[in-house]
Structures are given as C-alpha cells and as structure tokens.
C-alpha cells in the first residue's frame, strides 16, 4: 500500500510554488510504501531509531518470521531475550514491551488516536516510552496517512528545502514559511522533498555550508 496523492495536492502545490511545481513534474508521481497498521507502525518506527533502513528491514523481518503476527499479544508473549535474539537493544525492548503492555491493557487506546488531531495524536504518541516527536510525525504520515505533514526535525526535508530553495541553513521562521505555503498537503509536499534528497534530480546540490577544519 501506498501513500495516497494524487492531482488535487499536486496542483494545489504547483499554483503555490514555481521551484517545487518543476520538481514535480520532473519527478512524476513517487510510491511511498505506507503501513495502516498503528500497532505494528509503532513498533516498527521505534526498532527503526538511530539504525539505517536496511538494519530496521532485517529486524522486522526476523521479528515478523519469529512471532508471526505482530501484535501486543505476541510481543508479551515473547520474552525480552528472545527478542533481544533478534538484533533489538535492550531498551528497545522496554520500549515495545510497555508499549505492548499498554495496549494490551487498555491504557493506550490505538482506535482513538485514529481520530484524533495531527497535534492530539502527536501528543498521544510522545507520551509513549521511546517516541518522540520526529517518530510521532513519521507514523501520523506513513500509517494514518494524514495529509500534511512536514517535520522540522528531519534532516533529510533539511536538506530538501535547501536543496531546492539554495538555502544554506533552514531556520524555524523559515521552515515555517514553507510549512505555510505547502499547507493543506504538506505530506504530498515532504515526499518530493525526500525525493530530492535522495538524489532524484542528480544537478541539484546541498548548499549547506562545508565544515571548515
């Protein structure tokens, strides 16, 4: 499953934007694989911290071969060595076992964040153990699919702003300023930013400042 965007958030953001308007026609439409899961998106966001991609990918499939399911059933059920066995750090496991613990008792209601806010369901998510903002804003766009977020604090939309914008350094007021300008689709907005990061159009270059020394 992906993403979902389509003309109505393209054109809105090209009648606002002449740069990001080029970029998406350049570019095309880009599939960004979602999960509608929230318990297994959780889960999966915080095995995902301070690894890369490829690490996050073997993890989960070890997890999802080991347990079968992925659910807080089954998370309990395993105890925290057997998970450590899978290539997760010891906190990491507190993490997903209070997590798991939580829902499994009700204390955390999953189908309520569903219908929540962007920033009530930021919040909701921040008050778990091992999530933080970043994550939360990761999880509202790539599982619940809502439609406009760009988060400040990843460093790769960093890079897509200055990417496409020639800025040296991306200030709060000026993410702000974009925030503004992409708003009501600012998620269709950060996937061609990614995009551009990861070397979608090859002349585009970082302007960020080379350290000296």
Not at 145 to 171: E, K
């Amino acid at each position: 499953m992906y993403f979902e965007y389509g003309e109505t958030e393209t054109s809105y953001l090209c009648s606002k934007d002449a740069r990001l308007k080029d970029v998406i026609e350049r570019i095309g439409h880009v599939d960004r694989n979602v999960d509608p899961d929230l318990f297994s998106s959780v889960v999966h966001h915080i095995i995902g911290q301070q690894i890369s991609t490829k690490a996050q990918a073997t993890i989960w499939l070890r997890i999802r071969n080991e347990l079968g399911v992925v659910n807080a059933e089954s998370i309990l059920d395993a105890v925290p060595e057997q998970l450590q066995s899978l290539g997760l750090s010891f906190r990491k496991v507190v993490y997903i076992r209070d997590f798991s613990r939580k829902v499994h008792s009700g204390e955390f209601d999953l189908e309520a964040v569903k219908t929540m806010s962007d920033e009530d369901a930021i919040q909701a998510l921040v008050a778990l153990r091992g999530i933080g903002v970043w994550t939360a804003e990761m999880i509202l766009l790539f599982c619940l699919q809502r439609p406009n977020i760009l988060s400040y604090d990843d460093l790769a939309i960093q890079r897509g702003l200055r990417m496409v914008y020639h800025h040296r350094n991306i200030t709060r007021k000026l993410f702000e300023k974009y925030r503004r300008r992409f708003s009501p689709y600012c998620s269709t907005a950060s996937i061609y930013l990614w995009a551009v990061s990861g070397g979608a159009i090859p002349e585009m270059k970082d302007f960020k400042p080379k350290k000296s020394g």
